[in-house]
Nanobody, 125 residues
Framework: QVQLVESGGGSVQGGGSLRLSCQASGNGFSINDMAWHRQAPGKERELVAS???????NYLDFAKGRFTISRDNARKTVYLQMNSLKPDDTAVYYC???????????????????WGKGTLVTVYS
């Protein structure tokens, strides 16, 4: 199996910062795009930021200028640095990875979506 494990969530005062980490583990897979999503209480899950394997990034409007996504391919880890946090940023943050998994001994591969279980970020005023 492939697992994504997030860490770094917690409670922070408005204007503060947090750095989230997510590491993929398992055998027989490679990671391509990675992203962070979030789901606020009573809201639908939404994309926060994404990053390709070569480092190209994309941010949703609410994250531009405040959040930075980065990755370490050797460690199969993606990070989200969050600055100038606001109460509206309160949510469970989920790590996402699009990978290719080797599914048989002949080396055939299939595209797979992987999700972490989430880490809670609470921003108080």
């Amino acid at each position: 199996q492939v697992q994504l494990v997030e860490s770094g969530g917690g409670s922070v005062q408005g204007g503060g910062s947090l750095r989230l980490s997510c590491q993929a583990s398992g055998n027989g897979f490679s990671i391509n795009d990675m992203a962070w999503h979030r789901q606020a209480p009573g809201k639908e899950r939404e994309l926060v930021a994404s990053i390709t394997r070569d480092g190209s990034t994309n941010y949703l409007d609410f994250a531009k200028g405040r959040f930075t996504i980065s990755r370490d391919n050797a460690r199969k880890t993606v990070y989200l640095q969050m600055n100038s946090l606001k109460p509206d940023d309160t949510a469970v943050y989920y790590c996402y990875a699009k990978g290719e998994k080797i599914v048989n001994v002949e080396g055939a591969r299939v595209v797979k979506d992987y999700w972490g279980k989430g880490t809670l970020v609470t921003v108080y005023s």
